[in-house]
């Protein structure tokens, strides 16, 4: 069993990592570090690969992100929702791949095939190949988003698909959520898919998280800082 | 009849899909079918068909220029009869109209304003968006309700997340001619991408799936392996070689100075939209324990008999008994009937026992056309077989 480590010592100390398969739910204010704290955990260790769906951000800004905290781009795929829309002629690269909306989830479900494929054929990073089988990150930025174009029944379903991929393919996802737009039924929902949540609250100018359901670790609240990527918990 | 912009399926379908008809195509999610619906809104413009896309879930130019680099070339709609409504009409209409009655009613105001306009032949559609807002029966009356002076044909793309239950009502409820259903096999990755005919109403077909590839922005229906054998000498490794455009051969010269296959010829063809791989094996017997592993997946087979060579039958008949073990279409190939013989067609189906419905070709396997016309009957075999 793959273990994915994540800087985090409540969770890499405890098991070795988060194990692979895993499905987390990011559950977080508007406003507060959660987006960075998504990044430093799905960021590639040495040998592995990163896949972020951003209907937030620009591609170029992820990747921009993943640069800072150390990463090789290489390393990183990127499937944008979002420059689409105002640039349509926008081209495909292996890496970073673009559909037109957050709305068009066939797009999206087939670009994220598309790059596990090339991950698994070797062809994903310049010929440069990492661990195999690949252990394959992937961050979902953000359900919050897809929800405003989607029905809950719907992209319910198409988690559930995404969902059961990742545990297939034994990567570890995350997916945000913006924990105070919705209601209660729609969050319910969401976590049955999900193998753990963890909960970003912010107190002033400080950022709390507390992890729910990954083995090992416990649910008490831990600030936290985030600087080029790596989790710093403040005592 | 309008063209689904694939050959191979348009022969499969009886020349295409007849006007007025109502197809569905339905996606599993991660599949790239995508190429399915834009190859037919391709071919109905190079027809000079007049055509309504509508597009909730992108722009016309994204959509244009996804078109394009699939396809490999640019959608042309300059002079063309083409009308869009696509995600921007899709915002205006849902800013505008303050409840779900309202928001169909402008819906169905603009698909019929654009059909009148452009006298409609084909409606476009990409309809999860819109089944998503209205539901099933109400959304697809929206692109129904489209009145031409001839009932428009109506093509969309689905995406499934509601599996064979859903095509059901597809077909019951709202009478769908054609649906068919893109799908993968998915072990770590999409790795075998297949179709299902899965209703037709005008053509007696049974359900049946085909695997495609995706080559140079078209859909190639693949038949990955069609098995040639036969007695040893009777031109299986000729017969490949004839119908490939590639062939790989693995030979080690015999006593005297002939080649004999000793391990196997692999050829490659394109036709006919098809994507076909050939598979000659050995003809002695001392590779029979091979036989299981070279027919394993294999779709077809085409046995080659020596009609000059009566005394080779037996052997023959050995091979047909060992593949219809395996259950696939099969096809016999009386080779070197250029040169003289006795044997007729009664004669041969005596010798190896066939059933009635087992083909016999009487062929020059040195003869393009002749070696070309037994895979066309392979292949049509193939894509009516129930495996």
Not at chain 1, 96 to 110: M, N
Not at chain 2, 144 to 153: I, M, N
């Amino acid at each position: 069993m793959y273990f994915y480590k994540t800087g985090i010592a409540q969770i890499d100390g405890v098991s070795g990592g988060i194990e692979a398969g895993t499905n987390i739910l990011l559950l977080a204010p508007p406003m507060s570090s959660a987006e960075q704290l998504a990044y430093a955990i799905i960021k590639p260790g040495p040998g592995e690969y990163s896949i972020v769906l951003s209907t937030n951000e620009r591609a170029a800004e992820v990747v921009d992100f993943f640069k800072s905290a150390g990463c090789d781009k290489k390393f990183i795929g990127v499937i944008d929702a979002i420059t689409k829309s105002s640039t349509p002629a926008t081209a495909d690269t292996p890496r970073l791949t673009f559909v037109s909306s957050p709305t068009d989830l066939t797009g999206i479900g087939i670009k994220f095939s598309n790059m596990i494929e090339s991950i698994f054929e070797g062809t994903f990073a310049d010929g440069e190949t990492g661990l195999f089988p690949p252990p394959i990150r992937f961050c979902v930025n953000s359900l919050s988003t897809l929800l405003m174009y989607r029905k809950l029944e719907v992209l319910y379903q198409f988690l559930h698909i995404l969902t059961a991929k990742q545990k297939r393919i034994e990567g570890v996802a995350i997916y945000l959520l913006n924990n105070e737009s919705f209601d209660d039924k729609t969050l319910s929902l969401i976590k049955q898919l999900m193998t753990g949540v963890i909960e970003v609250k912010v107190d002033g100018n400080d950022n709390y998280f507390r992890i729910m359901g990954i083995r090992g670790t416990q649910a008490d609240w831990q600030k936290f800082t985030i600087n080029k990527g790596q989790v710093t918990i403040v005592p | 009849m309008i063209s689904t912009g694939m050959v191979g399926i348009d022969d499969m379908l009886g020349g295409g899909i007849p006007r007025g008809s109502k197809v569905l195509y339905s996606m599993e999610p991660g599949v790239n079918g995508q190429l399915f619906m834009i190859s037919a809104i391709y071919e109905a413009l190079a027809k000079d068909l007049s055509c309504l896309v509508i597009l909730p879930h992108t722009t016309v130019d994204a959509f244009l220029h996804d078109a394009a680099n699939l396809r490999g070339s640019m959608l042309q709609i300059t002079g063309r009869k083409i009308a869009f409504i696509d995600m921007i009409d899709r915002e205006r209409i849902q800013r505008s109209a303050p409840t779900r009655d309202a928001a169909e009613n402008e819906w169905r105001a603009r698909i019929n304003k654009l059909c009148k306009e452009n006298q409609t032949e084909v409606i476009f559609g990409y309809f999860d968006v819109m089944y998503e807002e209205f539901g099933l029966e109400r959304g697809f009356n929206l692109l129904e309700s489209c009145p031409s002076d001839k009932t428009p044909t109506i093509i969309i793309e689905h995406l499934n997340f509601e599996g064979n239950h859903l095509l059901e009502q597809f077909i019951e409820k709202l009478s769908f001619d054609l649906v068919v259903s893109i799908r993968a096999t998915f072990g770590l990755f999409p790795h075998f991408n297949f179709f299902t005919f899965v209703h037709t109403s005008w053509t007696p077909m049974q359900k049946r799936s085909v695997p495609f590839i995706i080559s140079n922005g078209r859909i190639a229906p693949y038949i990955p392996k069609i098995v040639v054998t036969g007695p040893p000498e009777s031109g299986k490794s000729t017969f490949v070689a004839t119908a490939s455009e590639r062939v790989r051969s693995i030979d080690r010269t015999g006593l005297s100075d002939d080649t004999t296959p000793v391990a196997m010829d692999v050829g490659w063809l394109h036709w006919k939209d098809f994507d076909i791989t050939l598979y000659g094996t050995p003809g002695q017997s001392q590779f029979d324990l091979s036989l299981p592993m070279i027919l394993k997946n294999a779709m077809g087979a085409v046995i080659v008999v020596d009609v000059t060579r009566p005394d080779s039958f037996a052997r023959a008949k050995h091979l047909i008994t060992l593949i219809s073990e395996r259950r696939m279409p099969l096809v016999i190939a009386a080779n070197k009937n250029d040169l003289p013989h006795r044997m007729n067609e009664v004669e041969i189906r005596t010798a190896l026992d066939l059933k009635k419905n087992t083909p016999v070709f009487f062929i020059s396997a040195k003869r393009n056309e002749d070696v070309r016309f037994v895979l066309e009957s392979l292949v049509d075999f193939i894509t009516q077989f129930s495996y």
